[in-house]
Nanobody, 122 residues
Framework: QVQLVESGGGLVQPGGSLRLSCAAS????????MGWYRQPPGKQRELVAA???????NYADSVKGRFTISRDNAKNTMQLQMNSLKPEDTAVYYC????????????????WGQGTQVTVSS
């Protein structure tokens, strides 16, 4: 059974840092795309950062220069380094991955992690 498991959330003061991790497990042929989304209280889920094969990454304007997304293709893991955190970064952060499960035919599925809470507060 394929699943995504996040870790690394918590409570941090403004200006602090956190590192989120996401691990994909199960029978996976390849990872087409991985990304982080977040859902602030009372708001819709939004894209934070995403990375596709070849390590091309894109970021929400609100986190550019503060967050860095990375992948370890050999381990099927992804990280989000979050620096200079602000109270408005408070949200549940979700790992998302578009996974190719088989080589031929190429079956792909979209998966979500269970979410991890990030709270930025003094």
């Amino acid at each position: 059974q394929v699943q995504l498991v996040e870790s690394g959330g918590g409570l941090v003061q403004p200006g602090g840092s956190l590192r989120l991790s996401c691990a994909a497990s199960g029978s996976i042929f390849s990872i087409n795309r991985m990304g982080w989304y977040r859902q602030p209280p009372g708001k819709q889920r939004e894209l934070v950062a995403a990375i596709i094969s070849g390590d091309s990454a894109n970021y929400a304007d609100s986190v550019k220069g503060r967050f860095t997304i990375s992948r370890d293709n050999a381990k099927n893991t992804m990280q989000l380094q979050m620096n200079s955190l602000k109270p408005e970064d408070t949200a549940v952060y979700y790992c998302n991955a578009l996974l190719q499960l088989t080589a031929e035919p190429a079956i792909t599925r979209n998966y979500w992690g269970q979410g991890t809470q990030v709270t930025v507060s003094s």
